[in-house]
T-cell receptor, first 113, second 115 residues
Framework: ETGVTQSPTHLIKTRGQQVTLRCSSQ?????VSWYQQALGQGPQFIFQ???????GRGNFPPRFSGLQFPNYSSELNVNALELDDSALYLC????????????FGSGTQLSVL | AQSVTQPDIHITVSEGASLELRCNYS??????LFWYVQSPGQGLQLLLKYFSGDTLVQGIKGFEAEFKRSQSSFNLRKPSVHWSDAAEYFC?????????????FGKGTLLTVNP
């Protein structure tokens, strides 16, 4: 049990729709990162938020956006969904107070039809 | 840009046998290296990490990994595999250390354990 919770666990959307995924970080963590894991692939870094500011972004288009709130929870928003967006989306939180360890949630499985 | 290669997509071993999962990385500077395990329907759990110092690092669940700079490798080993070790294993590299590091993962190696 990592203390990082993601919701929903599963989601089905239609191409062109928009989706919001949520992540509740472990208590005291001020950094959250989002990863996309397509079937049969390793996770790919989407972006990271540190104290509510974006702090690095991977090779993902602008229709992938995020937010981090004052309580350090986070959202990942994806607009104009495409079939290739179908994947497991993982959230990870961390804090400079830990031993530099990322704590991953169990993910949200998104299916785009 | 850094990259990680895990040459073996799927490995099958018998329970009690030894295990070695291969990982090669490409990165110009000092790499920060990690091994994660993912069970079905679960997130990623950190097994061990290498930042500096002793090139043989010990992790949880009896795993260890050895950093070999000359071979750009960071192979994961376990002397005796248990059925509960069946899972997918990911090697990852980061450009910097600290709570803000961003990971580049390999494609993973699926481990099957036969009774």
């Amino acid at each position: 049990e990592t203390g990082v919770t993601q919701s929903p666990t599963h989601l089905i959307k239609t191409r062109g729709q928009q989706v919001t995924l949520r992540c509740s970080s472990q208590s005291g963590h001020n950094t959250v990162s989002w990863y996309q894991q397509a079937l049969g692939q390793g996770p790919q870094f989407i972006f990271q938020y540190y104290r509510e500011e974006e702090n690095g972004r991977g090779n993902f288009p602008p229709r992938f956006s995020g937010l981090q709130f004052p309580n350090y929870s986070s959202e990942l928003n994806v607009n104009a969904l495409e079939l290739d967006d179908s994947a497991l989306y993982l959230c990870a939180s961390s804090s400079s107070g830990t031993d530099e360890k990322l704590f991953f949630g169990s993910g949200t499985q998104l299916s785009v039809l | 840009a850094q990259s990680v290669t895990q040459p073996d997509i799927h490995i099958t071993v018998s329970e009690g046998a030894s295990l070695e999962l291969r990982c090669n990385y490409s990165y110009g500077a000092t790499p920060y290296l990690f091994w994660y395990v993912q069970s079905p329907g679960q997130g990623l759990q950190l097994l061990l990490k290498y930042f500096s110092g002793d090139t043989l690092v010990q992790g949880i669940k009896g795993f260890e990994a050895e950093f070999k700079r000359s071979q750009s490798s960071f192979n994961l080993r376990k002397p005796s595999v248990h059925w509960s070790d069946a899972a997918e294993y990911f090697c990852a590299v980061a450009r910097s250390r600290g709570s803000n590091y961003k990971l580049t993962f390999g494609k993973g190696t699926l481990l099957t354990v036969n009774p």
